[in-house]
């Protein structure tokens, strides 16, 4: 006879194989990124290493957890619930440090984006990155456009249809005689903007991750308790176990006929 109550038992089988797919989902990035993006990818080992093991430890959780409250074992759901306490311990920690560093982020930015300037000089990959985000973002300079000094690269510079739109300016270029038509808006107000997305994104995933590992902890502790007193368990799965006596209608029954 089955120890663990019927509807708790099904919700948090349900909660486990939907944690595994949620798993199984964070191991198909990795897996894609080495398939379809692969310039570069020598440069992003780390990772692709860490989404293998937070995908690997989800899906394997979640099969845990799954597997301990369909056969019931006891073993199963007391790692089961070790895991969950140790990860929402864990989730908890890091969504409280970002939630802390938030409102820190514009000025921790500014600062390192600052010590690469001016960009003319700075280092060939500096220089290659921030070309390709000026073409992206259709931005000039990370704070102005001077801070190229004067020695723009070509995916600051306009096209005729963006003139016509008033997206651009008209700035000096080398000489006095010459000039160029830049884009007016510099990339770190846009770069900041992802940066904070970013940072909100990661509070909320995190809290609700340490929120979801607090679920999994009531749920496995009812059923770990339940096994261990299996006859408060059929107790609560059938009520009509405190009817002492004999039904009604059996009484009426019996009863002898005067």
Not at 21 to 38: D, K
Not at 79 to 97: E, H, K, T, Y
Not at 122 to 127: F, G, L, N
Request: charged share 15%; glycine share 6%; net charge negative.
């Amino acid at each position: 006879m089955a120890q663990i109550n019927t509807c708790i038992k099904v919700t948090f089988t349900v909660f486990n194989i939907i944690f595994a797919i949620f798993g199984a989902l964070i191991l198909l990035l990795p897996l894609l990124c080495q398939v379809y993006i692969r310039e570069d990818i020598e440069n992003r080992t780390t990772g692709l290493v860490v989404l293998y093991v937070v995908g690997g430890v989800t899906l394997v959780i979640g099969v845990l957890g799954a597997y301990g409250a369909h056969r019931e074992k006891k073993v199963c759901l007391i790692l089961f619930l070790v895991c969950m306490v140790m990860g929402s311990l864990m989730m908890l920690r890091i969504g409280i440090v970002t939630a802390f560093v938030r409102p820190k982020l514009t000025g921790i930015v500014t600062e390192q984006f600052r010590a690469l300037l001016p960009l003319d000089t700075s280092t060939e990959e500096v220089k290659s990155v921030a070309d390709g985000i000026q073409s992206q973002l259709h931005c000039c300079g990370l704070f102005s456009y001077t801070d190229w000094e004067g020695n723009m690269p070509e995916s600051c510079e306009c096209t005729s249809e963006e003139v016509e739109e008033g997206v651009c300016q008209s700035v000096e270029y080398m000489s006095l005689f010459q000039r160029k038509q830049i884009y007016s808006q510099p990339c770190f107000p846009i770069l900041m903007k992802f940066f904070l997305i970013v940072a909100d994104i990661t509070i909320g995933i995190f809290f609700s991750l340490a929120t979801l590992a607090l679920l999994g902890m009531i749920l496995s502790s009812i059923m770990i308790h339940q096994l261990r007193h299996p006859t408060q368990a059929t107790v609560l799965m059938v009520p009509s176990i405190f009817t002492t006596g004999l039904p009604k209608y059996q009484e009426l029954q019996n009863s002898p006929n005067y």
